[in-house]
């Protein structure tokens, strides 16, 4: 396992930037899935159920004892697109990487830090990024004392998903879901257990429309 994962993290080297590790797992009579977290909702689109049970549930999931956590399948990760207008970029005299260049400054990752203030010491957080995507149509592209050039003269910036890679249904309709798979030394019947427990946990760290259900599912 650690010689294969090496080799992955070699050839990561000549992908593009960006490309986000994959997770290697052990596949044996051990590692076969024993039910599926799954979750739905009726608002939200697919992307969003993604980002939401890769980045909140599944460090809560891998928590359980007995419990190993891998990816969540049938969604693609969120991903904030611009869609340029190459015409308006002529029209400006700007090119792709401007646009690249210009979100790159925008986006600086920042430290917090605390202040004295009459008495007390509060955390202050920053606003060195973005919290709403659509706020990245008013960065900056061509500053000056003629009229500024923001992104959003140029492009348009959509909260989507990246290319679709899984599918999967459940009740007829599209879901993502946590594969429940137990640790070689655990017992099957004490990981659903854990599983079906904390399901009201998981329920309190979601969105009141996102609903977890340690059921099944559709998948391929």
Known sequence: MSETISYVNRARAFMPPGTVPPFAMRFDAGSVPVGNLVFSSAARPVG?????????IRPMFATLPGVSAPPPFGGAPRTIVLNTDPAKLASYNLSLDDVVNAVARSQVVSPS????LDGKYPIVPTNAMVTDAKELESVPLHPGSFPAVHVGDVAKVVDGSDIVTSYALSNGRRTVY????????ASTLAVVDAVKANLGKFQGALPEDVTPDAGGGAGR
């Open 48 to 56: 969003q159920m993604q980002d939401l049970a890769l980045n909140t």
């Open 113 to 116: 830090g605390n202040i004295a």
């Open 178 to 185: 946590i594969p429940v798979t137990k640790r070689a030394d």
